[in-house]
């Protein structure tokens, strides 16, 4: 592993083919670690507002939430907290501007699901009727005013039912609401939702008091997601749906893991392009070393076992620098990680997250991949 050998160029190749696997492996952990960052980031976005669980109905648009299904919920020891929401998408209006959004009525045990409140950049989260709390892009677009009671937001839901429009002189309900506080957190989320009182909601959409569109729960910290799913099943008198934070997010989390899939390949396509010169280190040791496997072959040693050494010669160079390529790495990760070496923004730097998983997959990648190199290598040994 570490003798010089007698041609200085072989020297030269071993440590070339030493410092290739060691950029590699570093390389690959590099750009894990930055996907994996990525991801966290961008899923911290719908973790705010996507609950832990959220139970919707299996049929029908809305959630017949009976006296017994709310104490069966409040008797469940793995569920923390729980929220009654009902959602609907509504026309916006103010001023001859217009913007079409969801209207997301929620209770007073909102804020205890999900931190909504923290995300709110002026005025507060404050939903008694007829108070909203607006997005800031939605704010923006309709020209609102904070707290204007005499420049309201108009709210219209058309009326459900059959038959044409021009036979109802109100085709239409609508409510004049005031912005009590405007939240921020992404372009997509601050022009989606207009948040109003549960009750609002239900009487702008004329749903019965017992009806939801769905019940956010948020778990306790030691609970166990499949038990707390079967228990669910069990406490609602009619048949629901229950999904998690990433089924909410399925689209968002399949474009995440495909693209990491994606990165992970083609860094894979480098490694092997990379471990080609561990091809060449070990075909070019075994022609320097030519005659000493001839007197080796007449002391006794067969081919096999001459095989095995230049074998577990590049096995160990693949080892060695797959740990040397984590600890660069690694070391790397960590300095982004407190010293914010490369930026997005002026105030974000670019997000990075060590995982166990990432660190796994590197290393055997590294060791697969030179296990093959190594055993293509050493067959190259002809004695007869």
């Avoid at 109802?168 to 921020?184: H, K, L, N, T, W």
């Avoid at 105030?347 to 093959?372: D, E, K």
């Amino acid at each position: 592993m570490f003798a010089k050998s007698s041609q200085n160029v072989i020297n030269i190749i071993n440590r070339v083919t030493a410092l290739v696997v060691v950029l590699g492996g570093a390389a690959l952990f590099i750009v894990l670690a930055g996907f994996a960052g990525l991801k966290n980031f961008t899923l911290s976005f719908t973790s705010t507002f996507d609950p832990d669980l959220k139970v919707f109905p299996k049929t029908g648009k809305y959630l017949t939430l009976t006296a017994q299904d709310t104490l069966n919920l409040q008797q469940l020891p793995a569920v923390a907290h729980f929220s009654k929401v009902l959602e609907e998408q509504v026309f916006l209006t103010h001023n001859q501007k217009n913007h079409i959004a969801y209207i997301k009525g929620v209770d007073e045990s909102y804020p205890l699901v999900n931190a909504v409140d923290s995300i709110v950049v002026l005025g507060a989260w404050d939903l008694l009727s007829p108070n909203v709390v607006v997005g800031a892009t939605i704010f923006n677009n309709l020209g609102l005013n904070l707290l204007d009671g005499s420049s309201p937001l108009q709210i219209v839901v058309p009326k459900a039912g059959k038959g044409s429009i021009l036979n109802d002189p109100m085709p239409y309900r609508q409510a004049f609401s005031v912005v009590r506080g405007i939240y921020q957190l992404t372009e997509d989320l601050d022009k989606k939702y207009v948040f109003s009182s549960l009750e609002e909601s239900q009487f702008l959409l004329k749903v019965d008091k017992d009806q939801v569109s769905a019940i956010e729960l948020k778990l306790a910290p030691k609970a166990n997601e499949k038990e707390v799913i079967a228990a669910l099943h069990r406490t609602f008198s009619s048949p629901i749906v229950v999904k998690n934070r990433v089924q909410l997010n399925d689209a968002l989390y399949r474009m995440l893991n495909t693209e990491n899939v994606a990165v992970y390949l083609i860094f894979i396509l480098v490694l092997i392009i990379a471990l080609f010169n561990l091809v060449g280190a070990i075909i070019m040791m075994i022609l320097d070393k030519k005659d000493d496997l001839q007197t080796l072959y007449a002391l006794g040693m067969n081919e096999r076992q001459m095989r095995q050494i230049f074998f577990w010669q590049g096995t160990m160079a693949s080892v060695i620098g797959a740990v040397v390529g984590l600890l660069l790495g690694g070391s790397i990760v960590l300095l982004q990680q407190y010293f914010s070496l490369v930026m997005i923004s002026p105030t974000l730097a670019y997000p990075v997250a060590i995982t166990p998983l990432n660190t796994l997959i590197v290393f055997f990648t590294i060791l697969v991949l030179g296990l093959l190199a190594s055993l293509v290598a050493s067959s190259r040994i002809k004695l007869k």
